[in-house]
């Protein structure tokens, strides 16, 4: 099979061929994108996220070193020396699993602890944890909202969100856009019993940031609750790390604040933030929370220790955002389209399937591990090379990764012939 005719969205459901037939069509598939040297998913690492990777490569099988822009590992906590440590004493004192359900014998003191301490950064009264952002986004809104019930959401929402909105009424928006939202809300004024505008703070696959002061105000004036997705915007964006409510302060406004403890708080889980009565009837209602064992013990160890690092410790985001800086200014000086980027995540948009991946297979052989995202995870002609940006990246990963960028973009039409050190040079911002 030629790949290059087909995307990941064909093998989603092929007509008269049964799920053996289909896994195995999707096989081929996948055997002629290997072939390609364009499969760049599950590379093995051998020493987990840092700036730079230990992976045994896809086609040689053997380790070598990459420099790794695809975390969002944003402050590096997964290796913080607190964080580790505290994880381990979690870990030596409850044992490796918390043993049953949330409700049922499996709540231990960290966790009641994490969802005290996140609560509070998030300036609200209370937090249910769960064991994936995933799980928390989508059990929430399963147990929230119902047919009687609306969910408007931003069309860029992440996969979590979309998937809990199955059991309600859905409408999208155009992304980031008020007019079209502010449509939506006022047709639906008088239609449901809930009203729930959902949004990302910040965009995974866009690095832009959901103008949540508006959309608060334009939600609140006609009846319907916010709720902000910050798995992308905690730790990273609002003076002290809180995230979008703090960036746009907005603390205490924002009606449902949910995110991840698997990005910048460096581990793994999730968590809603809201009023107390909102926290203790998912506590019951939430499938996924009461159906499911508690976080490992180890995982709360560290996420409370992260919670304080975070606050404790602001030159690690400093030292993200001096990255960040220049390697923005870099990049638009080179005369890349980053869209509307303005945090730790650089869509480097191409808007050509091909050359997305012919750029990923030389990044990945010059040792860059990015990734490289095209249809139909984003639409053809915005067809990008991810990156995302960690505090613990050097002046000189990020200059090779610069320097990669501006080699492949001019060898496939991306950008102009002038080189990088003469746009600096001139000043370019
Ligand atoms: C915006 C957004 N929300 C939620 C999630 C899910 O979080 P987790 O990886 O903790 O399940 C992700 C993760 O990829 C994400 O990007």
Redesign the pocket.
């Known amino acids: 099979m030629d790949s290059t005719k087909y995307s990941l969205k064909d093998f989603a459901y092929i007509q008269d061929a049964d799920i053996m037939k289909r896994a195995s069509i999707f096989q081929s598939y996948m055997e002629d994108v290997k072939e390609k040297h364009h499969y760049q998913y599950r590379r093995v690492s051998l020493n987990g996220s840092g700036p730079t990777m230990e992976v045994i490569d896809t086609y040689t099988g053997k380790p070598r070193e990459m420099i790794y822009m695809a975390s ?1 590992d944003y402050l590096n906590l997964t290796r913080h020396p607190r964080v580790l440590e505290a994880g381990y004493k979690a870990l030596m004192k409850y044992g490796a699993g918390a043993g049953s359900v949330p409700l049922l014998g499996g709540t231990l003191d960290i966790h009641r602890q994490l969802e005290k301490d996140v609560a509070s950064f998030k300036g609200c009264e209370d937090a249910i944890i769960y064991t ?4 928390s ?1 989508c059990n929430t809104l399963l147990a929230l909202l119902g047919k009687q019930d609306i969910a408007i959401l931003d069309q860029y929402v ?1 996969a ?2 979309v998937d809990g909105c199955q059991k309600t009424n859905v409408r999208y928006f155009r992304h980031n856009n008020m007019d079209a939202l502010k449509k939506i809300l006022e047709k639906s004024q008088n239609e449901y019993v809930t009203k729930l505008v959902v949004v ?1 703070g910040v ?2 696959m866009d690095g832009d940031i959901a103008p949540l002061d508006e959309i608060v105000e334009l939600a609140h004036k006609y009846g319907a609750y916010v709720m902000v ?1 910050e ?2 915007a905690t730790g990273v964006i609002g003076e002290h790390g809180r995230g979008t409510p703090e960036h746009f302060h907005l603390e205490g406004k924002v009606d449902i604040v949910a995110g ?4 910048a708080f460096g581990a ?3 968590f809603i933030a809201s009023n107390a009565e909102l926290v203790e009837y998912l506590r019951f209602y939430s499938r996924g929370y009461m159906f499911s064992t508690a976080m490992t013990p180890q995982a709360a160890g560290s996420l409370c220790e992260a919670m304080k690092v975070i606050v404790e410790e602001p030159q690690l985001r400093e030292k993200l955002w001096e990255n960040i800086r220049y390697f923005r200014k870099n990049l638009l000086s080179l005369g890349f389209n980053l869209g509307h980027s303005e945090t730790a995540i650089f869509p480097i948009i191409i808007g050509d399937d091909w050359k997305v991946k012919e750029i990923g297979r030389r990044l990945d052989e010059m040792g860059i591990y990015v990734n490289p995202v095209f249809y139909p995870a984003v639409s053809r002609n915005l067809s990008r090379i991810r990156i995302s940006l960690m505090a613990g990246h050097t002046k000189e990963h990020l200059d090779k990764v610069l320097n990669a960028m501006e080699y492949l973009g001019k060898e496939y039409g991306i950008i102009g012939n002038g080189s990088i050190q003469e746009e600096i040079a001139a000043g370019a911002e």
């Open positions: 969002n994936s952002g995933f799980g986004n992440h979590s969100i990302d965009y995974s997705d798995a992308h991840t403890f698997s990005k793994v889980g999730g």
